[in-house]
């Protein structure tokens, strides 16, 4: 063989033994990081990455560390949900307009995301308007208990009823619920909530007018999603009025969401100095 040809052997001995380790190194890569991925899957993989139960090690004092993107949820200084004590709320009187509600019936769907039960308006199901500005109606979910405290009364549940503008910028309405009475609007979804799934099925056309508020006391605050991401600049605004609910009512909603989710409500956050108002209305004096 000539001396050439012995040179071609052995680079293509050396290219096959670089492709070979290059292989085997990419595949432990990605076996790494599938272990590092272990329960940290999307929502939609029937895995959901954060917990309500601290012993889990993904419970709420450790969102903040389970992804990057969450860093809010441990370091955010406007974090939600508060304690609405009130020491700590400037009441102001004959404010008309806080919370104008123009809401129309659409077409909805209705989806367990594992950790809770959500509805989503796929047309257009109106706005509220805060401050001269337009949020539209996007969906509304349940907690239990109530995220929420007023006086540090924690309450069976709580809606919240989720909102964005046309920037993207996000408004929450939460409305609190003690056991009592059945509560209409889950009265009419109560047969969907028993068969939920994973997969969305169609409500028809659900008028999101069948949400009750009640009194027009409001509170309002900046906050934030009280899941992770737990991203920051949410304004919220937590009717005063305490509505009912009944016990088979929020059973179908622990019945409906995945083990270890039936309690689905983060603990209150630090108020850190930020301003609450409750604002009311003239005719409710």
Not at 91 to 99: I, K, M, R, T
Not at 236 to 255: G, Y
């Amino acid at each position: 063989m000539t001396t050439c040809c012995c040179y071609k052997v052995f680079f293509f001995l050396i290219s096959l033994i670089f492709l070979i380790s290059c292989s085997s190194v990419t595949v432990l890569a990605a076996a790494s990081g599938r272990d590092e991925l272990i329960g940290f899957e999307p929502a939609t993989n029937d895995t959901i990455p954060f917990s309500y139960i601290e012993a889990t090690g993904r419970g709420p004092s450790k969102w903040g560390q389970l992804d990057p993107e969450w860093k809010a949820c441990g370091d955010g200084k406007l974090q939600s949900p508060i304690d609405l004590l009130d020491q700590n709320v400037k009441v102001l009187f004959g404010q008309e307009d806080q919370l104008r509600r123009d809401y129309k019936p659409a077409n909805a769907t209705i989806t367990s995301r594992g950790y809770d039960i959500m509805v989503s308006w796929k047309g257009d199901a109106g706005k509220i308007t805060i401050n001269g500005t337009d949020y539209n109606l996007q969906g509304s979910h349940w907690h239990v208990p109530s995220e929420h405290t007023i006086n540090s009364k924690k309450y069976d549940m709580e809606l919240h009823i989720v909102h964005a503008n046309s920037l993207g910028e996000t408004a929450v309405v939460g409305v609190l619920y003690k056991y009592g009475k059945p509560d209409p609007f889950l009265s009419k979804l109560s047969p969907y909530i028993k068969s939920v799934t994973k997969q969305e099925t169609s409500l028809g056309i659900l008028n999101p007018n069948k949400i009750e508020f009640g009194s027009r006391k409001l509170y309002r605050y900046i906050g934030s999603l009280t899941v992770p991401p737990c991203s920051e600049g949410v304004i919220w605004t937590v009717v005063k009025e305490v509505r009912t609910v009944s016990r088979e009512q929020v059973q179908l909603l622990r019945d409906a969401v995945d083990d270890g989710y039936q309690a689905n409500a983060r603990p209150v956050q630090p108020l850190n100095g930020r301003p609450v108002n409750l604002f009311i209305r003239s005719m409710d004096l």
